[in-house]
Structure formats: structure tokens, C-alpha cells
């Protein structure tokens, strides 16, 4: 598809969202993101970049699996802000701009 492309980490950086070249159009972009260490304390009440992905049996609390034993649920993917690196994840440019701004690393 010629509409496709491949876009370069210098172009994401310097993306403005208000120029007339950009205005009218838009970019979807699936990239790999990492949490630097230094952002877990700033960013410890609301990690950015929520990602969905199941949670496994042995990450829950004790009263989490007390309540799945009671119940027999099974896994569920859930919506997860933590600060694992974030694999294959599709963001509009704009806000992966506000990602990278924030000190989220490609």
C-alpha cells in the first residue's frame, strides 16, 4: 500500500501538530516504548502509555486469587499502567509525541 510507510524517529521528534503540512493528515504507529528507571518515582501514581495484556495467577494478591479460587474466573485481559517496556503497541502520532515528550524512550 502506497499509503504506508515507514516513519524515523527524527520525523516522530520533530511531528508538529499545527503545521500546514501536517494538518490533514495522520499517522498511526506501532512501536516498541521503554520506561526509564529514573521516571518510576515521578510517574509512580499514573504510568503512562496503559496497555492491555492477561495477569498471570502468580501476580496476584493473595486476596485477588481467594476471590478467582471462590469464583473459578478464568484469565482476562486487563488494562495495565505499569512500567514494563510496552512491545508492538499502536499510538497516534500525536500522542506518542506527548509519550516521548514525557520521557518514554522508542
Known amino acids: 500500500d502506497e499509503g504506508l510507510k515507514d516513519l524515523t524517529q527524527e520525523f516522530i521528534q520533530s511531528y ?3 503545521s500546514k503540512e501536517t494538518v490533514n493528515t495522520g499517522y498511526t504507529i506501532e512501536v516498541d ?4 528507571k529514573e521516571l518510576h518515582k515521578e ?3 499514573f504510568p503512562l502509555a496503559p496497555y ?3 495477569v498471570s495467577y502468580n501476580e496476584l494478591s493473595d486476596y485477588q486469587k481467594e476471590l478467582i479460587d471462590e469464583n473459578k474466573q478464568g484469565k482476562h485481559d486487563k488494562l495495565i499502567c ?3 517496556d ?3 503497541q499502536i ?4 500522542y506518542l509525541k506527548f509519550l516521548l ?3 518514554l524512550n522508542l
Open 91 to 94: 499510538y497516534n502520532i500525536e
Open 82 to 84: 505499569d512500567f514494563n
Open 33 to 36: 516504548l521503554s520506561y526509564p
Open 43 to 45: 510517574h509512580w501514581d
Open 86 to 88: 510496552r512491545k508492538n
Open 16 to 18: 508538529d501538530v499545527n
Open 52 to 54: 492491555n495484556r492477561s
Open 101 to 103: 515528550d514525557h520521557g
